[in-house]
């Protein structure tokens, strides 16, 4: 079993069947489509954190990028595993705020994607986690950042994280804004509870 005391992970070891078919029906460019048009056409290296099962990750991988996919979750990994095995994807068992594994390789990376994730970090760890992904930042790399905004579903640890605190806390670590928008939620459930997206992206 999962332990419970990697930050933001609650309830999803928990629930990891039922969302991890949901995950597998949310496509990457309706997910994607307000930030699509900054993604690096080139090949590039991307370092997908919170990667779930994967569906960002390979759909990256197709395009050509090398792609490591950090997911904590042991469910989600074998999922994912299973599911995108053609996909040239590294799997990585390791976490926010201190991405130990992650760092431990001084590597460098050309995007970063954060995707409905933040806000699942208390403050104290935002702060830490930001300073953790700016390191992993080559300089002119791209971080992606998504926050979701609306109820909480049950069992979930989830913060209210404004998009400008995100922004803030980004220029803090010398990452300049690039982009932020608003965006619903493509998953009809969290629409009709009240669900919608800030989509935020930086430049080192």
Same mark, same amino acid.
């Given at each position: ?9 609650? #309830?999803?070891?928990?629930?990891? !069947? ?12 309706d997910k ?6 900054? @993604?690096?056409?080139?090949?590039? /290296?991307?370092?997908?954190? !919170?990667?779930?099962? #994967?569906?960002?990750? +390979?759909?990256?991988?197709? *395009?050509?990028?090398t792609v ?12 994912? &595993?299973?599911?995108? $095995?053609? =996909? ?6 390791? /976490?926010?705020?201190? *991405? %130990? ?13 954060? =995707? ?5 970090? =208390? $403050?104290?760890?935002?702060?830490? +986690?930001? !300073?953790?992904? %700016?390191? *992993?930042?080559?300089? #002119?790399?791209? *971080? ?26 980004? &220029? ?10 608003? $965006?619903? /939620?493509?998953? @009809?459930?969290?629409?009709? =509870? #009240? ?10």
């Amino acid at each position: 079993m999962e332990p419970s005391i990697v930050p933001g992970t609650e #309830g999803y070891a928990d629930n990891a !069947g039922q969302l991890i078919a949901r995950y597998d029906s949310v496509a990457f460019l309706d997910k994607y489509r307000p930030v699509a048009h900054l @993604l690096p056409t080139r090949a590039s /290296s991307v370092l997908d954190i !919170g990667a779930g099962t #994967g569906g960002d990750a +390979a759909c990256l991988a197709s *395009l050509g990028h090398t792609v490591v996919a950090l997911e904590p979750i042991a469910a989600f990994r074998a999922a994912g &595993m299973q599911a995108h $095995a053609p =996909a040239n994807i590294e799997w990585v068992n390791d /976490s926010l705020p201190a *991405l %130990s594994a992650i760092g431990a390789r001084q590597t460098r990376y050309d995007l970063i994607v954060v =995707a409905a994730v933040w806000m699942h970090l =208390a $403050a104290e760890e935002r702060m830490e +986690a930001m !300073g953790n992904i %700016s390191i *992993l930042l080559k300089p #002119g790399a791209m *971080l992606v950042m998504s926050l979701r905004h609306g109820p909480a579903p049950e069992g979930r640890r989830i913060f209210d994280v404004s998009a400008s605190e995100t922004a803030e806390l980004a &220029m803090r670590h010398q990452l300049k804004v690039m982009l932020h928008t608003q $965006a619903p /939620s493509v998953q @009809l459930q969290n629409r009709q =509870a #009240g669900v919608s997206w800030s989509w935020l992206v930086f430049e080192k």
